[in-house]
């Protein structure tokens, strides 16, 4: 415990999109990994080392089948930052002497804007493209950005904040006619929605274990081998994983992920429906007992476990320090004491008022009907309360 931080006994979790539990299935698949078979996958001059190895090509290949890819395709990682950086800053050091252009969008995660920006500082141009009050990119603008010294387009699958969903067959379609390579940040898209990296014509996709029910430290990167794509290495090592990423290789997480994968790959269709009959149920519960409700981002084009919702007239951190039995993210960071709008937002037009009553509701594989109504009455007594304590003018004024 630090700092006095303690679960009370009935919270609720609705931060899916930070972070999921880890399923007990993936658990079960990952332990023998770190007690029986213990073995180093580099050394395969023995049973130890060549169960370990066999463990991880295993689960290469059930990464692969969850995007449409070849198992020798998946380059595991620690995690999506570490794939982000290796996919734009590989690919874009490995291309400069003859594209050094980038492009992607102002509402990336903070970890491929700061790889662009990185590159910046080494030479190269960057383009970042706005969002339209939904959220998605016009794809129109992103054909004028590209042209043929452009080496990378780098745009998110799914929007870790509002849940909004890129077109990424048509940004693919793209990239390719220009000669430009197409990385996709798919933390947030991996086991929740149908992809295909030939399809969709993907060059490079960052994975995230954690956001898909397995541990946090293991992740992924896709990277195309026909055409085959090259990147530089972020560090130098004993060149494992083709020489793109040296390093002793963890087999109990690298199990994990791929028994993560599979059960998403079973399970995805069918979790996508409950999902979203569960976040329906909970906005109409909200809208049908509060004014001012609004939700930020596309409406349809978004995966069905997120709501980005504001209150108007509430600040989300005033609601969050109301409702500490409910585990919720704000559309706003609070450094040194001083509050600022979340970027995400305020690319989609909205002013600092509204971006500051945003929350995020995130659902997910355990979320249940019994915890949202009891989610739901929490959070409507909280911002009646809320708005009750002086802050009817606001909403007014809102409204």
Known sequence: MINGARVPPDAIYLDYQATTPTDPRVVDAMMPYLVQRFGNPHSTSHAFGQEAADAVERAREQVAALIGAEAREIVFTSGATESNNLAIKGAVRFLKSRRSKLVTVATEHKCVLESCRTLVAEGCELTVLPVDRDGRLDLDRLAAAIDDRTALVSVMAVNNEIGVIQDLAAIGAIARAAGALFHTDAAQAFGKVPLDVTAQKIDLMSISGHKVYAPKGIGALYVRRRPRVRLEPLFSGGGQERGLRSGTLAPALIVALGAA?????????????????????????????????????????????????????????ALMAALPDLALSVGSACTSADVEPSYVLSALGLDDATAASAVRIGFGRFTTEAELLRAAGRMIAAVAGLRSAGLRPALEAAT
């Open 261 to 317: 994968a599979e059960i998403a790959g079973r399970e995805r269709a069918a979790e996508a429906d409950r999902l979203g009959g569960l976040a329906a149920s909970f906005l109409d519960r909200l809208t049908e007992a509060l004014e001012g409700v609004a939700v930020h981002g596309n409406r349809t084009d978004r995966i069905p476990g997120n709501l980005n919702v504001g209150f108007a007239g509430v600040s989300a951190l």
